[in-house]
T-cell receptor, first 111, second 116 residues
Framework: SQQGEEDPQALSIQEGENATMNCSYK?????LQWYRQNSGRGLVHLIL?????REKHSGRLRVTLDTSKKSSSLLITASRAADTASYFC???????????FGSGTQLTVLP | ETGVTQTPRHLVMGMTNKKSLKCEQH?????MYWYKQSAKKPLELMFV???????ENNSVPSRFSPECPNSSHLFLHLHTLQPEDSALYLC???????????????FGAGSRLTVL
């Protein structure tokens, strides 16, 4: 069953702008991960944030987690055309140890 | 190249055919997964193998049959598929056992399946 839901479904920005994607989930989680998928390819892991963490950084990526609102956001700063891809959040929760993915946000960065 | 290799990359088959998808990982990981990705839908977990033992099977139709002969190889045998089975089939692996709850997945590039 689906746990995470990304918002917006699609986002189009100019190169150099920041991109923010959100993920909401329904039940308490153990951790939350963000993945990226280029068209027709496999998913690539970006970052993992644990339920007791509030913010994590990796290069131009910044992930926040608000467990009280059951939501997470992924911020990509100074976007590039190469950032064009679909971005998915995935969660593990309780006894359900397997990752459950959302439907993804399609990000298009225009040169 | 992520270290997880899937073949074939593209497959077209009729509903009466029997074919197999292959996945190989060179990462020394202990768990392997099959996911199905259909357009506009979340990824669906199909099968999980941890240390070569199947630990999860999410009510997948019997026309899909997994096989994990060793920790580096995973197959998905296909027979009498339906057109709605057309999708991107993704293989993934993780270092820890499948029940660790904090696994980071490494995905292959996928096998695009079209059922006519």
């Amino acid at each position: 069953s689906q746990q995470g839901e990304e918002d917006p479904q699609a986002l189009s920005i100019q190169e150099g702008e920041n991109a923010t994607m959100n993920c909401s989930y329904k039940t308490s989680i153990n951790n939350l991960q963000w993945y990226r998928q280029n068209s027709g390819r496999g998913l690539v892991h970006l970052i993992l944030i644990r339920s007791n963490e509030r913010e994590k950084h990796s290069g131009r990526l910044r992930v926040t987690l608000d467990t009280s609102k059951k939501s997470s956001s992924l911020l990509i700063t100074a976007s590039r055309a190469a950032d064009t891809a679909s971005y998915f959040c995935a969660t593990t929760s309780g006894s359900a140890r397997q990752l459950t993915f959302g439907s993804g946000t399609q990000l298009t960065v225009l040169p | 190249e992520t270290g997880v290799t899937q073949t074939p990359r593209h497959l077209v088959m009729g509903m009466t055919n029997k074919k197999s998808l292959k996945c190989e990982q060179h990462l020394g990981h202990n768990a392997m997964y099959w996911y199905k990705q259909s357009a506009k839908k979340p990824l669906e977990l199909m099968f999980v193998y941890s240390l070569e033992e199947r630990v999860e099977n999410n009510s997948v139709p019997s026309r899909f049959s997994p096989e994990c002969p060793n920790s580096s190889h995973l197959f998905l045998h296909l027979h009498t598929l339906q057109p709605e089975d057309s999708a991107l089939y993704l293989c993934a692996s993780s270092q820890g056992p499948a029940n660790s709850g904090a696994n980071v997945l490494t995905f292959g590039a996928g096998s695009r399946l079209t059922v006519l």
